[in-house]
């Protein structure tokens, strides 16, 4: 430290920082009756709840109604509304939740006053820019303003700068940390996005001392709808989480559920309704996530009956029926779906096939292709050929 100083002089209590822990210092070893300084780098008390705006004096109760903190504590809340609401919004609910918001400039007034009535020699615009230590034990502080650089001596320093200062200066071991203020999920959608907050489940700001990444990375990999996880902190106090999200490409109905799938089989989510998701196919049946790539390829090719799909059913876990509209069902083969499709469209641009009173058109064996009629085209059918049918048939 520099040894020449344009002034000296000296308190029982020396205060660094004049924010909320500073002042409640000072008041207390000035009202015990030691010659006590404030030290104050800005030009008015309470740091970061007045400068900072920090407007929410937060609860001295255990939130179930019952106050657990007190004196100094209730004295400066009391303090933060004495000159009323100004032109904040004021939700005074002290008397029951022993909490305030207040306005930061008539909480100034209120502060300067108590610091004045106490007697505490409040030093405004003063940097501590310095200490001065004996046999480990801090002596004086060095401060900066406009009367020059001047020595502080004391015999007891309260360190209250917020950021440690003093002891940082005594060459006390330190850290310096990140403070997330913000979360941003970059590449969520909102339903995911609010799925990681609460995962993550903390309330912000949080110093990364108390952030555990890797726990935190793990959390969020467990979501279904993340396929890949980055966090890392940007600039400004930005916890930035980078997913890359599962995209829904099927609704797979089992029974009463129905679960978002991406175009793998992997669960994504569930929904409620299938109106949620008018734009995504449904498939149902045993097994039929795991073939969800199959599935993807026959919806590809359904080209003209796409509109009258309703969806597909995965049959004994090894093949698909195509179900569409007034009931009609086009039965897959295990083998080769796709084509087998692709061959029944053909014919039946040719020949009008679905439009008729078909149930079924069976594809399973590739030679021989059946058709079901419905029981009133079949006994037209027949009539028009001379057979009578019986009831059983139809
Ligand atoms: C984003 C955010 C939101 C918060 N929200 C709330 C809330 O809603 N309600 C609530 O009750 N709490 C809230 N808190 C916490 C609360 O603001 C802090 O706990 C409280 O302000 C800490 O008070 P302090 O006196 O220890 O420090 P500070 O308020 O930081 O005061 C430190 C003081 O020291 C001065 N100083 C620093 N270095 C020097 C130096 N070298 N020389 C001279 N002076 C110096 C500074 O100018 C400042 O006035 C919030 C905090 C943050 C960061």
Redesign the pocket.
């Given at each position: 430290m520099r040894q020449s100083f344009d002034y000296q002089t000296g308190y029982d209590v020396v205060v660094?920082?004049?924010?909320?822990?500073?002042v409640a210092a000072a008041l207390a070893a000035a009202r015990h009756g030691r010659k006590t300084c404030l030290?104050?780098?800005?030009v008015f008390p309470?740091?970061?709840?007045t400068?900072?705006n920090?407007l929410?004096?937060?609860p001295l109760s255990d939130r179930r109604g019952r106050q657990v903190t007190f004196g100094l504590a209730e004295e400066l809340l009391k303090a933060s509304i004495a000159y009323g609401p100004g032109e904040v919004h004021v939700i005074n609910d002290y008397a029951q939740g022993h909490q305030s918001v207040f306005n930061p400039a008539s909480f100034i007034l209120a502060l300067d006053e108590l610091l004045l009535a106490a007697g505490v020699e409040v030093w405004f615009d003063?940097?501590?820019?310095g200490v001065q230590t004996a046999r480990g034990t801090i002596t004086g502080v060095a401060v900066e303003n406009k009367s020059g650089r001047g020595l502080v001596k004391g015999k007891t320093f309260v360190d209250?700068?917020?950021?440690a200062?003093l002891a940082f200066r005594a060459g006390a071991p330190c850290a310096v940390q990140e403070?997330f203020?913000t979360i941003w999920a970059a590449g969520a959608s909102p339903a995911l996005d609010k799925a990681i907050r609460d995962r993550l489940g903390f309330a912000l700001?949080v110093s990364s001392f108390d952030l555990d990444i890797d726990a935190a990375k793990t959390k969020i990999a467990a979501l279904d709808a993340v396929a890949e996880v980055e966090l890392r902190v940007a600039a400004g106090g930005v916890f930035e989480v980078a997913v890359t999200e599962r995209r829904p490409a099927l609704i797979w109905r089992q029974g009463e559920e129905l679960e978002l799938i991406d175009g793998a089989g992997r669960r994504v989510a569930m929904v409620l309704n299938r109106a949620d998701r008018p734009d995504l196919p449904v498939i149902a049946g045993i097994g039929a996530g795991k073939a969800a790539p199959e599935a993807l390829q026959i919806i590809a090719a359904t080209g003209p009956l796409l509109p009258r799909m309703r969806g597909l059913v995965r049959m004994g876990e090894r093949r698909w029926d195509l179900v569409l509209d007034r009931n009609q069902r086009i039965l897959l083969p295990a083998d080769n779906p796709v084509r087998a499709l692709e061959r029944l469209l053909a014919l039946d641009k040719a020949e009008d096939l679905l439009k008729r009173d078909i149930l079924t058109v069976d594809l399973r064996n590739a030679q021989r292709p059946t058709l079901r009629l419905a029981p009133h085209a079949l006994k037209a059918l027949r009539r028009a050929q001379g057979i009578e049918t019986a009831e059983s048939d139809l």
């Open positions: 660094c920082g004049g924010g909320m822990a500073g030290l104050e780098k800005t309470g740091g970061l709840a400068a900072g920090v929410i004096y937060l003063s940097l501590v820019c209250a700068t917020g950021d200062d403070n203020m700001p």
